[in-house]
């Protein structure tokens, strides 16, 4: 059995085109990481998924948000464009994990699961040691989830090319603070 995790992040239509805080490429993130996720599950101990699930999280949204540290409302608790992207519908994951109920809920580990474990929980008791992380949006919520993950000790990898930036340059930079971090950085392609 693998001991490695894929950590598929915040792939729902609030993050993707059309949604009200859609990322360029989105939508194809989503189609992406369902079609390597089909094809490579065998790599996986276990699959995560992790979905802003926004109840009250205060400050994080604004009517005039600065796109820093406030955003306009997204990722409504219960609302459809909160759900997993439809591309997802096939995942099987083994564990969904809902973040940011009453806070900005940037990192995976942030949330729990339904029966209340917090992310590093669930991992630590399928004996995860690496996990690759993918999804939405790369300078954001993979980027913290990526960094917790490395602070905890797994062995952490960002599969790039299932991923996308909320901006190129901040897409840059996160890779930048990711590497410096110790965060390798691999194509799915390359990733075994």
Known sequence: MSTRALIVVDVQPTFCEGGELGVDGGNRVAADVAAYAGEHRDRYGLVVTTQDWHIDPGEHFSDTPDFVDSWPVHG??????????????????????????????????????????????????????????????????????????????????????????????????????LAAAGVELADSGAAR
């Open 76 to 177: 409504v608790a219960g609302s459809p464009n909160a759900e997993l992207h439809p591309a997802l519908a096939d995942l099987a994951a083994d564990v969904a994990v809902k973040k940011g109920q009453y806070d900005h809920g940037y990192s995976g580990f942030d949330g729990a699961d339904g029966a209340g474990r917090s992310l590093e929980s669930v991992l630590r008791e399928a004996g995860t040691t690496a996990v690759d992380v993918v999804g939405l949006a790369e300078s954001h919520c993979v980027k913290h989830t990526a960094l917790d993950a490395t602070r905890l000790g797994f062995s952490t990898r960002v599969l790039a090319d299932l991923t996308a930036p909320v901006s190129p340059e901040l897409g840059e930079r996160a890779r930048e603070e």
